[in-house]
């Protein structure tokens, strides 16, 4: 099996636990977000931020118009299933999380 790794600090090799990446990747802005053990600032990477588009913008679309397609379906049903995929797209996040000591630019 595969072992997942969560982000390490670009500056003192901290490896960052799942709650304290989930905290700050579901948070984080343009200004970065201190690492919990040494204080300094850290970036998401590039790629990082192009996971996140893909992962909040298409999984639930998706989910909403594969399961539009397969089940006829009213509103509060699909209102439902984009709830499922959101808490399943921010439980997801952390996994997607890489870290730079400088601000990348988005492209």
């Given amino acids: ?5 969560m982000p ?3 500056n003192c090799n901290y490896k960052w636990t799942y709650s304290e990446t989930l ?4 948070f984080i ?4 977000a201190k690492c919990p053990d040494c204080n300094e600032k850290q970036y998401p990477t590039t ?3 192009q996971k996140w588009g893909v992962l909040a913008g ?3 679309v998706l989910m909403i118009i594969i ?3 397969i089940l006829d379906f009213a509103w509060p049903v699909a209102l439902f299933i984009a709830l ?4 399943l797209v921010i439980t997801l996040l952390p996994f997607t999380f890489d870290l730079s000591n400088e601000n990348e630019p988005l492209w």
Wanted: hydrophobic share 40%; charged share 20%.
């Fill in 8 to 10: 390490v600090c670009q």
């Fill in 47 to 49: 790629r990082s931020r």
């Fill in 84 to 87: 499922v995929a959101a808490i």
């Fill in 29 to 32: 802005g343009p200004n970065g």
């Fill in 23 to 26: 905290k700050r990747s579901v």
């Fill in 1 to 5: 099996m595969r072992r997942v790794n």
């Fill in 58 to 60: 298409l999984i639930p």
């Fill in 67 to 69: 399961t539009g397609m």
